[in-house]
């Protein structure tokens, strides 16, 4: 019987979540999966010396794993996590109650009694009262919590070898400061002992690493958008972005910050998405890649008719290059991914070996003597839905691998010594979804995201001639880091998540930087998302005209007793892990002005030289700032910037008081609102142009221009 060459490539990735000129993590998946995934693969190895496999590490991973164990840069998850629960404010115990439960529940929660205990006792349902649940909260309980957020993210590697962690589980409750520090303890040193142990196993030759292009840009896109085109014909495309030398020097700087972050240069690359054209496989060549990876859906489009085993299981030669094309099995990859968690291990192994047999059966009636079968995969999100990480399924799997006939579970680098590759002169271009591009590109919030990355990829090269050193290097890496993939992932209707705002936030911020690090002021027009939030509730919507006395005080009771009122402590304080700014924001106008009010939380404690900036991004980018400061100064105004069909126009208005409160009107007229136009906006509160925070943290404040006839009846909010 034919013999098979099993490969696993497992596929290790990150967003570049950082913001390197604000020098702050906003989110802690790179720590917590560094706990699991990235964990315990490699430790299979030392479990299996008879096994091995490639792994995949994205140098946008590699990049935030340094910054974590090299620089000590930590999320504000590890921050409030260190924090003493005595010592937690109001908003930060609601900070913990929103997000310390973002873990998978049926495998990370309800199987540990303490942990269900807590979320049961926050509760479950949409528009859960965190304040009210915050208050019900012992200091007890939140260490608790802080604990469990963090103990539950480690894998069953981590498990075994800091037995301390199973008592820590078997305990479930009333947790002590020093054993939570003891978690964050030993967080610290399995991330510190993470590269090394990569860089020992791939040394020693028991694993092989590949890696991608740095910031895990789809190529043929970047190449150019056009070729969307010929895997999606008749799709709506965006102005034409086409900059291969973008590509070429992903490619090369990924290569590069791999072989200096593991000591050896990947011979493997993995495609972002596994997305590849032609024009991006001869870049991937010309870089001195050996071999590359992608989905046998483009092989079977490319070859159509083609018997599925004569095509997928052996490697292929990219035109008169050395760059070898390996097809991963999409049926076993993906049935790993989506499906195996659903079953018990001894069925799904079983499983697996009957295909392995099905596809030596098939190889004999072609008579082939042996095939190289790719299984390649995501390597860290699959084992989140896994009973304890995926220990008893992957434990059998290599067990019975290891003792399988005719099967060698081995490297991509080992086994395609065995091959001698087919000519492949064309390969269809697509990705692993549906052999296209549409997750990425064709729907309006996408194209949208990518006229944005198109107007700063022009302005970029321009400013990119005149600037050099440390400030250069840092404008390219932020342009770099928007052109990643996983922004666009998350634009338009294919997929949802919690964060989708902050995503997009993400992203701007990266093209926002770019101007930012030569010294530039970005354009107003980055200022609009892509995806805009929902309306939030207000606390009271407009109730009539108002006509306040702008004097930076509450002059009298009745003067914004109409206005729309969006309350920050009471709707929406969960989102904040620090104290906020402002306790009310208050909306309101006359027929001819729009009037603002804001509250400081705390106004005796307004130290800092901050900005506030109200910013409107219906119906059009407005930006109104001024100092956060409650000085009584001579002459106080505040500036306007507004973009209005693509033109910016910046003026100045003196109608601001400041006193206890922020106080400050502004003509219509000035602003170029219409009568009827829905008018959104929020509040942020910047140091040195860097957001420090924004009110409301997800939505905006949304209402109706009025009216002539707006008197008689009531503001559609």
């Not at 620090?578 to 027929?591: L, R, V």
């Not at 693509?646 to 219509?668: M, T, W, Y």
Request: aromatic share 14%.
């Amino acid at each position: 019987m034919a013999e098979i060459d099993l490969v696993f490539l497992w596929h290790m990735h990150q967003p570049f979540y950082g913001d390197p000129v604000a020098g702050f993590y906003p989110m802690p998946w790179v720590r917590l999966h560094g706990l699991k995934g990235y964990y315990d693969m490699p430790l299979l190895l030392e479990q299996f010396p008879q096994i091995s496999f490639n792994i995949n590490l994205t140098p946008s991973l590699l990049k935030q794993l340094r910054d974590y164990t090299e620089l000590n840069i930590y999320d504000e998850y590890h921050q409030l996590s260190l924090k003493p629960a005595a010592e937690l404010t109001p908003s930060e115990k609601i900070f913990l109650l929103r997000n310390f439960f973002l873990c998978r529940a049926d495998t990370m929660i309800l199987p540990h009694q303490g942990f269900q205990r807590l979320l049961a006792k926050r509760g479950t349902q949409p528009g859960t009262d965190l304040e009210r649940a915050a208050s019900d909260f012992s200091n007890q309980e939140f260490t608790d919590l802080q604990t469990w957020f963090n103990l539950t993210w480690f894998g069953f590697k981590a498990r075994e070898r800091f037995p301390e962690l199973k008592e820590l589980l078997r305990k479930g409750a009333g947790f002590s400061e020093d054993e939570k520090k003891r978690v964050l303890e030993i967080q610290r040193q399995i991330l510190d002992g993470l590269l090394p142990l990569y860089r020992q196993l791939y040394s020693q030759g028991r694993l092989e690493i590949s890696t991608t292009p740095f910031y895990h840009p789809i190529l043929p896109l970047l190449c150019d958008t056009g070729v969307a085109h010929e895997a999606s014909p008749g799709i709506s495309l965006p102005s034409r972005f086409s900059w291969p030398q973008d590509a070429f020097d992903q490619v090369k700087s990924g290569l590069d910050y791999a072989e200096q972050s593991l000591g050896k240069r990947p011979e493997g690359m993995w495609p972002a998405e596994n997305a590849v054209s032609d024009q991006a496989l001869r870049i991937i060549a010309e870089n001195g890649v050996k071999w590359a990876n992608t989905d046998e859906q483009l092989l079977k489009k490319t070859r159509p008719g083609k018997n599925r085993a004569e095509l997928v299981y052996h490697p292929y030669r990219f035109q008169d290059t050395d760059l070898k094309l390996v097809f991963r099995d999409q049926e076993i990859s993906d049935i790993i991914s989506f499906n195996y968690s659903q079953l018990d291990a001894e069925t799904a192994v079983a499983d697996f070996i009957r295909r392995l047999d099905a596809i030596k059966k098939q190889l004999d009636r072609l008579g082939r003597a042996r095939g190289l079968v790719l299984i390649a995969l995501d390597g860290e999100n699959p084992w989140e839905s896994f009973p304890e990480s995926g220990r008893e399924f992957l434990n059998l799997l290599f067990e019975k691998l290891a003792a399988e006939p005719g099967v060698k579970t081995t490297n991509l680098a080992q086994a395609l010594k065995n091959y001698e590759p087919e000519p492949l002169y064309h390969l269809a271009p697509g990705t692993w979804i549906k052999g296209n591009f549409e997750i990425w590109i064709g729907h309006p919030e996408e194209n949208q995201a990518w006229e944005y990355l198109n107007l700063v990829r022009r302005d970029a090269e321009e400013m990119f001639k005149s600037a050099q050193g440390p400030a250069l290097e840092l404008a390219k890496n932020e342009l770099y880091a928007a052109e990643g993939s996983d922004w666009f992932w998350w634009y338009g209707d294919d997929f949802y998540s919690e964060i989708d705002t902050e995503f997009d936030n993400i992203f701007r911020t990266h093209l926002k930087n770019v101007y930012l690090a030569l010294g530039k002021a970005p354009p107003l027009l980055l200022e609009e998302p892509v995806k805009f939030d929902h309306p939030v509730k207000l606390t009271q919507k407009p109730l009539g005209f108002i006509s306040p006395i702008i004097d930076g005080r509450e002059s009298n009771f009745y003067e914004w007793q109409d206005a729309g009122v969006f309350d920050v402590l009471k709707v929406l304080q969960g989102y904040y892990s620090q104290e906020p700014h402002f306790s009310k924001i208050y909306f309101g106008c006359d027929s001819l002005n729009l009037f603002l009010r804001l509250d400081p939380n705390r106004p005796e404690q307004i130290r800092e030289q901050l900005t506030v900036e109200i910013r409107f991004e219906k119906p059009f980018v407005v930006q109104i700032k001024f100092p956060y400061n409650l000085e009584k100064e001579p002459h106080q105004k505040f500036s306007v910037r507004l973009c209005r069909s693509g033109e910016e126009c910046v003026f100045e208005n003196d109608s601001i008081r400041k006193n206890r409160i922020f106080e400050l009107a502004i003509p219509f007229a000035d602003l170029g609102f219409q009568a009827g136009q829905q008018a959104w906006f929020r509040v942020y509160v910047c140091k040195d142009d860097r957001e420090l925070a924004r009110y409301p943290r997800d939505g905006l404040v949304s209402f109706t221009i009025p009216g002539p006839d707006f008197e008689s009846r009531m503001w559609n909010v």
